[in-house]
């Protein structure tokens, strides 16, 4: 159809025909004649689903009539107008059926009255019908068929009842007759039959030339000179899909405008409207709930005021030179202010939202802006472990500004600190020598200006001493037992009451013990005992002093620190 969608109904009676016109350019034998069969049975029963539908929309009619009389009689008048018309053409189309078959088996004789019955009977809901395709012996019959609808002469096809002219003349009329449907509803509206029917109709019942062998031919020759009976009868069902197709969309129609004018809507989306976004501590949080809804294919039009509302004015906005806001695939306004050069406070807007109601009118809809408050962006930065920044491990650091998205934040870092930012918005500041870091943050604001927050100060420390161990005895320590001392492996050192993760390497260490008066040392270059120390160690007893000097460690900011001494007297 032109101009519309094509619904899956009307695809399938397409294709079907296609397959029956592809049949026709064969040279057709028998056996192939049979499969005709088999497409006329899946039209017919189509033809049985969509008389259904009919009687279905009929019976929705009727239902409406019944609860509301005056609004629903114009239109349940105009369809029984319609259904009338669209019967008495398919029964017609059956009846000229009947008389084919008759006259292609030698049955017809235009002398005798009805002598074609045989050929004609009722269906389980009562309408006319056919004998089945299947029964009829003479399926390649064409010869007296051609006589039958079009005569001896294709480009000049006999004129009559009962003919493919007459055939032709009818459809023509039935689509004259819908496309021209116009009447008055209750309330004195002119209703008519919409383009796109209009355009159905146009396409359904096209009878212009077709091309056959290179050359233009009659429609009443093209479908009925020379087309065997197995091949006439699908085409005449076909066509009475069409006018069962065409009589449900406009029954359809005629119903759905019964109620013109009730707003229809496409989607449904869940609304959370705040008072504010502006919320102090201890105060509450309150917004408004809906369930909206919006017409997706009928998007309205938003305007809204360039001036703050006064809070007194309540004159319907002019829109005149205004241009309407932008409307997302959610159904709703993007709304944009910027509050560049605005003065600090609260403030709203006005607007008018025009939508189209579904009697064609444009309605306006007043409106006021929740309101909402402009204020002056502030820097918080807030180190995560500590106040200040440490040289050698990573110092994690949170920076915002409130209003303002962390995409939209340059930060820089004073000296040769460096910082970087990490994949989660937090940043990391790596100090360098200096004792002071400055960190400065350049805010893109929602108008595009940039802003630059006043910078924040950090100390800058080296990480604390770490404190050795030995055999898990500290420099607070002052006694250890000789089992203890032989299990020790070395020294180690931890960092204590630090809130990083630091990691230190022992170096170097000596271990001098006090036996007899002399006092006997050894040194290892790691954080192991050595062969020598662990023997020294053996030769302790109760009452020995044993001393951990010169205890060495590699801290992560690259330096060398010694370490406090440990004295331990062996108990």
Known sequence: MA???????????????????????????????????????????????????????????????????????????????????????????????????????????????????????????????????????????YMALTEFMVGGEPESPKEGAWTATELKQKMVAFSDATKAISFKDNLGNTRTLPEHLQEQLDEMFEFGTEMEDGKEVLWEAANFYDVPLAAVMPLMTKMTLDIQDIHEDILAWLLGSVDAKAYKFTNLIPLVVPESNYILRGDTFRADVLLAAFDGTNPPDIFIDSQKWNTRDSTQLDIEDIESLPIGTDGLGKLRISTKGMALGDVNYKGLIRFQGPDGNVEPYAFYTPSFTVAEPALVVSPTKMNVFYRGVPNPVEVSVPGVPGDKLEVRISGDNKIRKQGDGTYIVEPGKSKEAKITVSATMPDGSKKTLPASDFRVKRIPDPVPSFAGKTPTDRTISKNTVLGAPGVSAKMQSFDFDVKVTVKSFSISVSRDGALVERKSNSNRLTSDMSELLKRVGRGNVIYIEDIVVSMPDGTERQLAPMKLKVA
């Open 3 to 141: 101009g519309a969608k094509e619904t899956t109904r009307q695809k399938m009676i397409g294709m079907m025909y296609l397959v029956l016109t592809a049949l026709l350019a064969l040279n057709i034998s028998k056996e192939v004649l049979n499969g005709f069969v088999k497409v006329e049975n899946s039209l017919l029963s189509t033809q049985a689903t969509l008389n259904a539908k009919v009687n279905e929309t009929n019976s929705e009619l009727e239902t409406k009539y019944l609860q509301n009389q005056e609004k629903v009689q114009p239109f349940r008048d105009q369809a029984q107008i319609v259904n009338e018309q669209a019967n008495d053409l398919i029964a017609y189309i059956t009846e000229l059926k009947a008389r084919s078959m008759a006259f292609s088996a030698g049955d017809y004789r235009e002398e005798e009255v009805n002598n074609f019955t045989g050929y004609l009977g009722k269906d389980a809901s009562g309408k006319d019908t056919v004998l089945n395709l299947k029964h009829i012996k003479q399926k390649d019959e």
